[in-house]
């Protein structure tokens, strides 16, 4: 099954108190989980301003190192962009023309970044409704770069986070091409929320809690409603969402508090689909979690294989 003819991809997902790990093959059109693992960070870490830090960085790196222990490899580490390093900005389509549109959202892009322009990395991405334009600050690329030869791990690849989660999902055979889905990532200092319909992603609500601490406290979760209702409002009122799924601990611990903003609240498992070795198996199993606390590394593996 993991012969010479096989591809591997390692996602790499930094929260605020740990690193998420998700080691994946591809064999023709067969994917398998290698192995997964989670490492617990000493400090509370806030990406992407202490990877400038020489300290922080290095610590970060030893946490990197670990995975190795966990028998994860990163020979092909793909990381999750998110916070101030970068964005995702949407548009509206110039009709019946996927050229046109592109130069648009490059154009609009060099207008709203103006001086800045030069430090970010730009790219495009087009659904059937909107465009998106999607940027990294330069600076931060580099430093991870820097992290990876400090922890000794192969060059990084990049995705967003919003879209790992899309990944997820599809990798994990739940995506669907009609209806609305809201995928739900939540850590100690920060939620997400992502809206997909009829199969494309749609929009990301990303925000920072007000009180501090990791409990699902009363005023979270209604935070976390009123965004959610922000996504879901038409114009014409709130909709419930078809399907709404979890995808990390702290969305497990909210899940029976969202009743009412969709039909169905599942966690998402994105290896229902993959054949998995034993160890690997057996260290999902032991994973806090299980497979919705592994959400975005899995999509970041899906990413690297797909781009192989």
Not at 77 to 104: A, C, D, M
Not at 165 to 179: I, K, M, S, T
């Amino acid at each position: 099954m993991f012969g010479s003819g096989s591809k591997y991809c390692t996602g790499v997902h930094i929260t605020d108190d740990a690193v998420y790990a998700v080691q994946m093959s591809r064999r023709r059109k067969t994917i398998s989980l290698s192995a997964c693992a989670r490492v617990d960070l000493p400090d509370p870490y806030q990406l992407p301003e202490r990877l400038a830090e020489d300290v922080d960085r290095a610590a970060l790196a030893a946490a990197l190192r670990q995975l190795a222990v966990a028998g994860v490899e990163c020979q092909r580490p793909y990381f999750g962009l998110g916070g101030t390093s970068s964005f995702v900005k949407r548009r509206f389509l110039i009709p019946n023309s996927r050229t046109e549109t592109r130069e648009q959202l490059m154009w609009e892009a060099r207008q709203s970044l103006e001086d800045d322009y030069d430090d970010f990395v730009l790219d495009v991405l087009q659904t059937s409704r909107y465009g998106f334009v999607v940027a990294a600050r330069r600076e931060v690329l580099e430093l991870y770069g820097v992290l990876c030869r400090q922890a000794k791990i192969g060059k990084p690849g990049f995705d967003m986070i919003p879209f790992a989660l899309v990944n997820a999902l599809e990798g994990g055979g739940a995506a669907r091409d009609e209806g609305s889905d809201l995928l739900v990532q939540l850590e100690a200092a920060q939620g997400r929320v992502v809206l997909m319909r009829d199969g494309e992603f749609e929009a990301e609500a990303v925000w920072d809690w007000e009180d501090e601490g990791t409990a699902v406290s009363a005023a979270r979760i209604d935070l976390l409603r009123s965004y959610v209702e922000g996504l879901l409002d038409t114009g014409q009122g709130t909709e419930a969402a078809d399907r709404v799924w979890l995808a990390s601990v702290q969305a497990l611990d909210a899940g029976e508090h969202l009743a009412g903003l969709g039909r169905s609240i599942t966690p998402l498992d994105p290896f229902a689909q993959l054949r998995r070795r034993t160890s690997a198996d057996e260290a999902l199993e032991a994973m806090p979690g299980g497979g919705a606390a592994l959400a975005v590394a899995a999509g970041l593996a899906f990413r690297g294989l797909a781009d192989v």
